[in-house]
């Protein structure tokens, strides 16, 4: 257990839908990543967040969007949803804002989008 | 953008057999690590050698990083069933990306018994 929570584990919704996806990260953790890991695009970085501002920018649609709050948990925001938004979405911490120390990885959510 | 390409992209070992799976990358580097992820299942950090370092070991695992090069290996020593599952080498990103780190798209390892 990596100490990183996602929820919800699986997500099935239509196309153009919304959806939020939720991340607590390990106590203590300031820094929150999320990633995008689909067959064809691999793993691909898509936003951090360090101590509630955002800190880098990846690999992210401008139909997604994300945000921390001061209790340090994330949401990712998904809307418009088409097919090819079906993927696994990872969010991971770290304690500081930089890449240096590793990064803890929870079980991810997967969207299925139909 | 792919920072790190692994190389095989698949890789099929008998049990006891060692598995080395390669690494390249585009830029300079202050660090690099390995993660393994099971299927289906979220990343877990391995290793990570700094770019000072040559070589480092971690039980059964042994990474090596020359930088003149640009590329690492991972080495698995004496595979098991267990060791089954897909190996992402990782860097810290460059301008837009930050320092998050970035992935490159993996070796798949499969050990049979």
């Known amino acids: 257990d990596s100490g990183v929570t996602q929820t919800p584990k699986h997500l099935i919704t239509a196309t153009g839908q919304r959806v939020t996806l939720r991340c607590s990260p390990r106590s203590g953790d300031l820094s929150v990543y999320w990633y995008q890991q689909s067959l064809d695009q691999g793993l691909q970085f898509l936003i951090q967040?360090?101590?509630?501002?955002?800190?880098a920018k990846g690999n992210i649609l401008e139909r997604f969007s994300a945000q921390q709050f001061p209790d340090l948990h994330s949401e990712l925001n998904l809307s418009s949803l088409e097919l090819g938004d079906s993927a696994l979405y990872f969010c991971?911490?770290?304690?500081?804002?930089?890449?240096?120390?590793?990064?803890?990885f929870g079980q991810g959510t997967r969207l299925t989008v139909v | 953008s792919q920072q790190g390409e692994e190389d095989p992209q698949a890789l099929s070992i008998q049990e006891g057999e060692n598995a080395t799976m390669n690494c390249s990358y585009k830029?300079?580097?202050?660090?690099l690590q390995w993660y393994r992820q099971n299927s289906g299942r979220g990343l877990v950090h391995l290793i990570l050698?700094?770019?000072?370092?040559r070589e480092k070991h971690s039980g059964r695992l042994r990474v090596t990083l020359d930088t003149s090069k640009k590329s690492s290996s991972l080495l698995i020593t004496a595979s098991r069933a267990a060791d089954t599952a897909s190996y992402f080498c990782?860097?810290?990103?460059?301008?837009?990306?930050?320092?998050?780190?970035?992935f490159g798209k993996g070796t798949t390892l499969s050990v049979s018994s």
């Open positions: 990782a860097t810290p990103g460059r301008s837009q990306a930050g320092t998050a780190l970035i």
């Open positions: 967040y360090y101590n509630g501002e955002e800190r």
């Open positions: 050698i700094r770019s000072n370092e």
């Open positions: 991971a911490s770290s304690p500081v804002g930089g890449s240096y120390p590793e990064a803890f």
């Open positions: 830029t300079s580097i202050n660090n």
